[in-house]
């Protein structure tokens, strides 16, 4: 029959500096462990989330270069959205109105009939209630007067979107700006599409500048 030390009664003939000692190196070894997986979720936190692969309708009709164009728009509506801390209500709504613009941009539509409208009608027969995601969708192309935040937020992102051709320092550093100054990013958009238009001898459209009008001055 084993007669040898119990485990309580070799724990209480060693000394007691030694086990008070085992005990504050694991205590170090737990804390530092503790602070550095603290660091790792904050970093993972700190990265970019990309934008949820099922937003695009089933009836979308996108090819895949302008599906990697709206997935740019999520994304970056989506950093915005963290980065000024809005409630995920309406950060759905946003994503919403990005997933939606552009829906059918690529499919035959009538003669006078704009992608946003067909878009915008298209979601409201399936179901889609919040008149602000609508006109969001319905007017991205020229600007709304009577936008809210997702078709204001909707028209920064197309527009500043990383994929775009020409000028994309520029870009970027509008895009930087949005959390920060929102009102005064946008009335500069608004400004450069309306210049560019002029420059290339094109009409801007009535709700265009009736959006501009509607902005608030410097």
Known sequence: M????????GLCRRGSGDYFGDMSAI????????????????????????????GLPP????????RAHIRRVAALVQRWAEEMEVSKRER?????????HDALRDARLPKGTTHGAAAA?????QGEADAGVLDA????????????DAGRMLYLADYLEPGRR????ARARLAERVPRDPDRVLREVVKQQIRGRL??????HPLTLEFWNSLDGD
Not at 137 to 148: L, P
Not at 166 to 169: D, I, L, P, T
């Open 121 to 125: 009608d298209r979601a409201a027969r």
């Open 27 to 54: 205590s170090a070894v737990v804390r530092r462990l503790w602070r550095a997986l603290g660091r790792l979720l904050r970093a993972w936190r700190g990265r970019p989330r990309p934008p949820p692969e099922v």
């Open 2 to 9: 084993y007669r040898g030390s119990s485990w309580p009664e």
């Open 166 to 169: 020409g000028r994309r320092k």
């Open 137 to 148: 969708v319905r007017y991205h192309s020229v600007g709304y007067a009577r936008w809210d």
């Open 199 to 204: 420059r290339a001898g094109r009409p801007i």
């Open 59 to 66: 009836w979308a009709e996108v090819d895949k270069r302008r």
């Open 92 to 100: 759905a709504r946003w994503l919403r109105a990005v997933w939606l």
